[in-house]
């Protein structure tokens, strides 16, 4: 259901109050969103915001060992330059999950969220009861930095542009390119050389040397492990042998595009020949058995056991699998040449471009000065500073100006401190940022190589792109998303160990349509091509 809401100014300044108008969620009417931001002295260029001290209230969510913001380096700072002082009212996601519902529905709204911690579907519920108002008509009028990165990236305004063409929250960016390809596949190399293997290549020379480390036992205990993963894990899974093994990129979701065309892969014949395949590995004692049962702790575990007893794994890193001190142990394998020689990466849908930063609720007296705090966040040294903390603790300009980190103090870890100093929020560390005013981390930097030169040249699918789903489509495809996310599992586990998948696939695939998954995937299909027009 598209709802009409225009938001625009009236031009006028009457008793000191900005006036906006903008259609009632579901009405037919218009609700009048009165702005007093000139009673404190409104600027409507340059800092500070306002010659009178404005105080406002955020709630949201915050990192679980951060502190309370205003304690914040870098939030003092943005309170000195503004003259606006928040009341933050964020508090751990965990618990921001069970109250948030509490304080949508009541009628003590903050005047916004900050990190909101706002489902896409809270999104489009909220934005049409009018609870979240429209705000690309304050965009426009309050937030420079916002609007030229908005007409210079046209996709990003996609991203943000939710199914009635309103934006009702505000970007965070992160562009290092390192989500695309989180699965990587890591072996022991001193077992390779100790059995005078070399690394492997292609799918057949990683399934025999898989099976030279069981039939010879590497690792001298009598329980290697040649191959351990989790199904369904973010970076945990084995996407890049199923498209080795079947030609067909897979991910987490299941959901890949190919040449514009939305894709549910358990349904296709080379995910069924992956499937069948794996199955015979399994047979061979090469699959971990705890693979598909098996929780984080548990899996990082077996990497970190008293006596190394694994072969071969995929996760985002390999120092996390195993520890620093067995690290130089392992490689990552290159992406494996496999059905007719060819060699695909998987690609992901995790995104790099997040909806949710930021959001304005009609409680809000002062959302013209409201949109220009949030807009100083997207000034490049502001974002740098909201993402890794302030300029002379976190970070400092090395002799071209370009922001660097500085070391975290021994003991403590660049993730812990980040935490503790970063505020996060709406920002914007682009690619091109990336280049000209904050270096990535070292270890991004790293993995940026990493990605560039093992993975990317050898993509076989684009991933899903962040596009917003109307309410009716959320509300369309929940159910089945559900439905077929535990069939797919379910079977997947039980083909690979105990086999059956030759008799069983036309009755599976044949469930996947009374659930539903053609609807579902014509619905992604209807807002992909939506986010393509809008882009």
Same mark, same amino acid.
């Given at each position: 259901?598209?709802?009409?809401?225009?938001?625009?100014?009236?031009?006028?300044?009457?008793?000191?109050?900005?006036?906006?108008?903008?259609?009632?969620?579901?009405?037919?009417?218009?609700?009048?969103?009165?702005?007093?931001?000139?009673?404190?002295?409104?600027?409507?260029?340059?800092?500070?915001?306002?010659?009178?001290?404005?105080?406002?209230?955020?709630?949201?969510?915050?990192?679980?060992?951060?502190?309370?913001?205003?304690?914040?380096?870098?939030?003092?700072?943005?309170?000195?330059?503004?003259?606006?002082?928040?009341?933050?009212?964020?508090?751990?996601?965990?618990?921001?999950?069970?109250?948030?519902?509490?304080?949508?529905?009541?009628?003590?709204?903050?005047?916004?969220?900050?990190?909101?911690?706002?489902?896409?579907?809270?999104?489009?519920?909220?934005?049409?009861?009018?609870?979240?108002?429209?705000?690309?008509?304050?965009?426009?009028?309050?937030?420079?930095?916002?609007?030229?990165?908005?007409?210079?990236?046209?996709?990003?305004?996609?991203?943000?542009?939710?199914?009635?063409?309103?934006?009702?929250?505000?970007?965070?960016?992160?562009?290092?390119?390192?989500?695309?390809?989180?699965?990587?596949?890591?072996?022991?190399?001193?077992?390779?050389?100790?059995?005078?293997?070399?690394?492997?290549?292609?799918?057949?020379?990683?399934?025999?040397?898989?099976?030279?480390?069981?039939?010879?036992?590497?690792?001298?205990?009598?329980?290697?492990?040649?191959?351990?993963?989790?199904?369904?894990?973010?970076?945990?899974?084995?996407?890049?042998?199923?498209?080795?093994?079947?030609?067909?990129?897979?991910?987490?979701?299941?959901?890949?595009?190919?040449?514009?065309?939305?894709?549910?892969?358990?349904?296709?014949?080379?995910?069924?020949?992956?499937?069948?395949?794996?199955?015979?590995?399994?047979?061979?004692?090469?699959?971990?058995?705890?693979?598909?049962?098996?929780?984080?702790?548990?899996?990082?575990?077996?990497?970190?056991?008293?006596?190394?007893?694994?072969?071969?794994?995929?996760?985002?890193?390999?120092?996390?699998?195993?520890?620093?001190?067995?690290?130089?142990?392992?490689?990552?394998?290159?992406?494996?040449?496999?059905?007719?020689?060819?060699?695909?990466?998987?690609?992901?849908?995790?995104?790099?471009?997040?909806?949710?930063?930021?959001?304005?609720?009609?409680?809000?007296?002062?959302?013209?000065?409201?949109?220009?705090?949030?807009?100083?966040?997207?000034?490049?040294?502001?974002?740098?500073?909201?993402?890794?903390?302030?300029? =002379? +603790?976190?970070? /400092? %300009?090395? *002799?071209? #100006?370009?922001?660097?980190?500085?070391? &975290?103090?021994?003991? @403590?870890?660049? =993730? +812990?401190?980040? /935490? %503790?100093? *970063?505020? #996060?929020?709406?920002?914007?560390?682009? &690619?091109?940022?990336? @280049?000209?005013?904050?270096?990535?981390?070292?270890?991004? *930097?790293?993995?940026?190589?990493?990605?560039?030169?093992?993975?990317?040249?050898?993509?076989?699918?684009?991933?899903?792109?962040?596009? *917003?789903?109307?309410?009716?489509?959320?509300?369309?495809?929940?159910?089945?998303?559900?439905?077929?996310?535990?069939?797919?599992?379910?079977?997947?586990?039980?083909?690979?160990?105990?086999?059956?998948?030759?008799?069983?696939?036309?009755?599976?695939?044949?469930?996947?349509?009374?659930?539903?998954?053609?609807?579902?995937?014509?619905?992604?299909?209807?807002?992909?091509?939506?986010?393509?027009?809008?882009?």
């Amino acid at each position: 259901m598209a709802f009409s809401r225009k938001l625009a100014a009236l031009g006028a300044v009457l008793a000191g109050t900005l006036m906006f108008t903008a259609c009632a969620g579901g009405g037919s009417g218009t609700t009048e969103i009165k702005d007093a931001s000139a009673d404190f002295g409104f600027q409507e260029t340059g800092l500070p915001i306002v010659s009178k001290q404005l105080d406002l209230t955020f709630s949201g969510t915050k990192a679980a060992l951060a502190p309370d913001y205003n304690t914040m380096t870098v939030v003092k700072e943005w309170e000195k330059a503004t003259n606006v002082h928040i009341n933050w009212e964020n508090l751990p996601e965990t618990v921001f999950q069970e109250k948030k519902n509490l304080i949508l529905a009541s009628g003590d709204l903050p005047d916004a969220f900050f990190n909101t911690g706002l489902t896409d579907a809270e999104i489009a519920t909220y934005s049409a009861s009018g609870t979240l108002i429209p705000l690309e008509g304050l965009i426009e009028k309050n937030a420079p930095n916002l609007s030229k990165l908005l007409s210079d990236r046209p996709e990003i305004k996609a991203a943000i542009t939710s199914s009635d063409g309103h934006i009702y929250s505000l970007p965070s960016i992160e562009e290092l390119g390192l989500v695309q390809f989180p699965n990587e596949l890591a072996i022991n190399t001193s077992w390779l050389k100790k059995l005078n293997i070399p690394m492997p290549k292609t799918v057949d020379e990683f399934h025999d040397a898989l099976l030279a480390f069981k039939t010879r036992d590497a690792s001298g205990t009598g329980k290697t492990i040649p191959l351990s993963f989790m199904p369904g894990s973010w970076c945990g899974d084995i996407v890049d042998l199923i498209a080795a093994l079947g030609g067909v990129p897979d991910n987490m979701d299941h959901r890949i595009v190919q040449d514009d065309k939305v894709i549910f892969t358990p349904t296709q014949d080379g995910y069924k020949k992956a499937i069948q395949t794996l199955h015979e590995w399994y047979q061979e004692g090469l699959i971990d058995p705890e693979s598909f049962s098996q929780d984080d702790k548990a899996y990082l575990a077996k990497g970190k056991a008293a006596t190394e007893n694994l072969g071969s794994f995929v996760w985002w890193e390999i120092p996390e699998m195993v520890g620093a001190n067995r690290a130089s142990n392992y490689a990552l394998v290159p992406v494996l040449e496999g059905v007719n020689g060819k060699r695909i990466a998987s690609q992901s849908n995790n995104q790099e471009i997040a909806r949710g930063a930021f959001a304005i609720t009609r409680n809000n007296k002062y959302p013209a000065a409201t949109m220009r705090w949030a807009d100083n966040l997207y000034d490049p040294i502001q974002s740098a500073q909201a993402n890794w903390g302030p300029i =002379g +603790e976190t970070l /400092q %300009k090395d *002799a071209t #100006g370009l922001l660097t980190q500085i070391p &975290a103090p021994a003991g @403590t870890s660049e =993730g +812990e401190r980040r /935490q %503790k100093v *970063a505020p #996060g929020g709406p920002k914007a560390n682009t &690619a091109e940022n990336f @280049t000209t005013v904050v270096a990535p981390e070292p270890r991004a *930097a790293e993995r940026q190589k990493t990605v560039n030169e093992l993975y990317k040249p050898f993509a076989g699918n684009d991933g899903y792109p962040p596009v *917003a789903l109307s309410n009716e489509e959320l509300q369309q495809i929940s159910t089945i998303q559900t439905d077929t996310t535990s069939l797919v599992k379910q079977n997947m586990a039980k083909w690979i160990v105990s086999g059956g998948i030759e008799k069983e696939w036309d009755g599976y695939v044949s469930q996947l349509q009374n659930v539903g998954v053609d609807k579902m995937i014509e619905v992604y299909q209807q807002a992909y091509d939506r986010y393509k027009n809008n882009s």
